[in-house]
């Protein structure tokens, strides 16, 4: 048990140190601060049980201090001890329960009295969090058995009763029916947070929990923005249940998670059909790419579905040559429109649009030097090319992020100087560390060979060249300058070797580094 003492007056701290036999009532270590922030650090460093804190201190309260202790979740008890008898001080201090409120001076035998009393307290705080704990990871355990046994038993080609076996603690009743639901998340960009995640699981276990009939066997993740959902039913059907909570869902997730959410379902789900059933809701979520309806029965699932074909690829080229980004996009976005309209496209639809457009912009980049492989090596095209094609909404956000991502290069390669520019800049900045040309390219996106023949038709001099005239201008800059060792400048101007960065600069300047220095009003 630990103690905290917050008092801007380090005698008041004191004399209660010298005042109380802490291990005769129970406390292992005393800390003590003289302001809040100092308290604060103690507060996240180490583990404190009790706190007794001055109220009026100098830039902050104690009361301003337990209200940060309880946004922070903190357990502790917390006496407040004050020379003010401030009705307003008393009742904040009820409202955030602090265990006791007394008046300074205090005699010190009522004081270990009273500080005997929030030990105890604090004791049974720590006892009842025990328990919780403990009850929390039984809960846990149990539903991590569950949701690992039932997304084995639907994503698995595996016998039914060797899965049982892997998971003897699963419950699970061969003669109920169960509705499998998929809910897809969906927000603007590549991302999903996390937490949005959470909250979206949190929210349906609280409404389901409301209900007398339905009773949720497991949730998992299929993918990031996709959740799977178990529901069993005895007797009464519950989708008429699910839809209210389902809709009630989406309402809050695009009022205050700004998330759409897309369900798909199966019903009279059993042993016999469990599998082919699952199969049907993967089906309606992978081709009803519209996203259109909030709810949507997969049971025989149909996609209607067209044949590939873009007759319009050559002039969206023709569009992209000419940067005419703006009227390219439009175009896409147009012939996914009437598609979605006529009820005819699906993931696989989607999957080859993504591909054509891909490489139509590969074919445009690689024309004007342009390198695609280094352009896209990045997370949020990783990310944005995953969900490309699972809806036309993400296919959308793809393609503009590929053409605009695309075209905001080719202006940068046009503009010859900007890009030389650009890599000079980079040079300047980076003298000290390792330059090659493949790490030059990569700042304008070109192919290495073709940015090493532009810079030296825009410079006149090769990259090699100008590393090093900037290399040396920089060296005779810290020597004249600075007090810096020998040594030291070479690092600074990119050489390692000692000895190395010696033989050129007395090649390029005709003196040593030291006779440099030595020389400097004469150069």
């Given at each position: 048990?630990?103690?905290?003492?917050?008092?801007d007056?380090?005698?008041?701290i004191e004399?209660?140190?010298?005042?109380?036999d802490?291990n005769s009532i129970?406390?292992?270590?005393v800390?003590?601060?003289t302001?809040?922030s100092?308290a604060?650090?103690?507060l996240?460093?180490e583990?404190v049980?009790l706190?007794?804190?001055?109220?009026?201190?100098?830039n902050?309260?104690?009361?301003?201090?337990?209200?940060w202790v309880?946004?922070?979740g903190?357990?502790?008890?917390?006496?407040f001890c004050?020379?003010y008898?401030d009705?307003?001080y008393?009742?904040?201090?009820?409202k955030?329960?602090?265990f006791d409120y007394?008046l300074?001076p205090i005699?010190?035998?009522?004081f270990?009295?009273?500080?005997?009393?929030?030990?105890?307290e604090?004791n049974l705080?720590?006892?009842q969090t025990t328990y919780?704990?403990?009850d929390i990871d039984v809960?846990?355990?149990?539903?991590?058995?569950q949701?690992?046994f039932w997304?084995?038993v639907?994503?698995?080609e595996?016998?039914f009763?060797n899965?049982s076996?892997?998971h003897?603690g699963?419950?699970?009743?061969?003669?109920?029916?169960?509705i499998?639901s998929?809910?897809?998340?969906s927000?603007?960009?590549?991302?999903i947070n996390d937490?949005k995640s959470?909250?979206?699981?949190n929210?349906e276990?609280?409404?389901?929990?409301?209900?007398?009939?339905?009773?949720?066997?497991a949730s998992?993740?299929l993918?990031?923005?996709?959740i799977?959902?178990?529901?069993r039913?005895?007797?009464q059907?519950?989708?008429s249940?699910?839809?209210e909570?389902?809709?009630k869902?989406?309402?809050?997730c695009?009022?205050?998670l700004?998330?759409?959410?897309?369900f798909?379902?199966?019903k009279?789900?059993?042993d016999?059909?469990?599998?082919?059933?699952?199969?049907?809701?993967?089906s309606a979520?992978l081709?009803?790419?519209?996203?259109?309806k909030t709810?949507?029965?997969?049971n025989?699932y149909?996609?209607?579905?067209t044949?590939?074909?873009?007759?319009q690829?050559?002039q969206?080229e023709?569009?992209f040559?000419t940067?005419d980004t703006?009227n390219?996009i439009k175009?896409i976005f147009?012939?996914?429109?009437?598609?979605?309209a006529?009820?005819k496209?699906?993931?696989q639809?989607l999957?080859?649009?993504?591909?054509?457009?891909?490489q139509?912009?590969h074919?445009?980049?690689?024309?004007?030097?342009v390198?695609?492989?280094t352009l896209?090596s990045n997370?949020?095209?990783d990310?944005h090319k995953?969900?490309?094609s699972y809806s036309v909404s993400?296919?959308?956000?793809?393609t503009?992020?590929?053409i605009?991502t695309?075209?905001?290069?080719?202006t940068?390669q046009k503009e010859?100087?900007?890009?030389?520019?650009?890599?000079k800049?980079?040079?300047?900045?980076?003298l000290?560390?390792e330059?090659?040309?493949?790490t030059?390219?990569?700042i304008?996106?070109l192919?290495p060979?073709y940015m090493?023949?532009l810079f030296?038709?825009?410079?006149?001099v090769?990259i090699?060249?100008y590393?090093?005239?900037?290399r040396?201008?920089?060296?005779?800059?810290?020597?004249?300058?600075?007090?810096k060792?020998i040594?030291?400048?070479?690092h600074?101007?990119?050489y390692?070797n000692?000895s190395y960065f010696?033989q050129?600069?007395?090649?390029?300047?005709?003196l040593t580094?030291n006779?440099?220095?030595?020389n400097?009003?004469?150069?």
């Open positions: 048990m630990n103690i905290l003492f917050v008092d007056d380090i005698d008041i004399a209660f140190m010298a005042a109380v802490f129970g406390i292992d270590q800390f003590s601060a302001n809040v100092r604060k650090e103690i996240e460093t583990t049980d706190m007794v804190t001055d109220i009026e201190m100098p902050s309260t104690g009361i301003d201090l337990l209200k309880r946004e922070k903190m357990s502790l008890v917390t006496m004050t020379c008898a009705f307003n008393a009742q904040m201090a009820i955030l329960k602090s007394f300074k005699a010190y035998d009522d270990t009295k009273r500080l005997k009393l929030a030990v105890d604090a705080i720590k006892s919780e704990d403990f809960k846990g355990v149990k539903e991590s058995i949701n690992d997304k084995d639907l994503t698995k595996e016998k009763s899965i076996k892997r003897p699963a419950n699970y009743n061969s003669n109920e029916k169960y499998i998929l809910a897809y998340l927000e603007a960009g590549p991302f937490w959470s909250a979206y699981k929210l276990n609280e409404l389901i929990s409301k209900s007398t009939n339905i009773i949720k066997e998992f993740n993918s990031e923005k996709s799977c959902s178990v529901f039913y005895s007797e059907p519950i989708e249940e699910l839809f909570v389902w809709k869902i989406n309402d809050y695009r009022s205050y700004e998330l759409d959410t897309n798909y379902y199966v009279d789900c059993c016999k059909n469990i599998k082919s059933c699952f199969s049907d809701l993967i979520f081709n009803e790419v519209s996203r259109k709810i949507t029965l997969a025989n149909f996609a209607d579905s044949e590939y074909s873009l007759p690829l050559s969206w023709s569009l040559t940067s703006d390219l175009d147009s012939h996914l429109d009437s598609l979605t006529s009820g496209i699906d993931s639809y999957n080859a649009l993504q591909i054509d457009i891909t139509m912009v074919t445009v980049l690689k024309h004007f030097q390198n695609a492989h896209y997370t949020t095209y990310a995953s969900w490309a993400k296919c959308k956000e793809f503009k992020y590929l605009e695309a075209s905001n290069a080719l940068l010859n100087t900007s890009g030389i520019s650009l890599i800049a980079y040079i300047n900045e980076h000290s560390e330059l090659s040309r493949g030059l390219a990569e304008v996106y192919n060979d090493a023949r030296k038709k825009q410079v006149g090769s090699g060249s590393i090093l005239q900037q040396i201008k920089k060296a005779k800059s810290l020597l004249r300058q600075t007090n060792t040594n030291e400048i070479a600074l101007a990119g390692n000692f010696s050129i600069f007395h090649k390029k300047v005709g580094p006779e440099y220095r030595n400097v009003d004469k150069y």
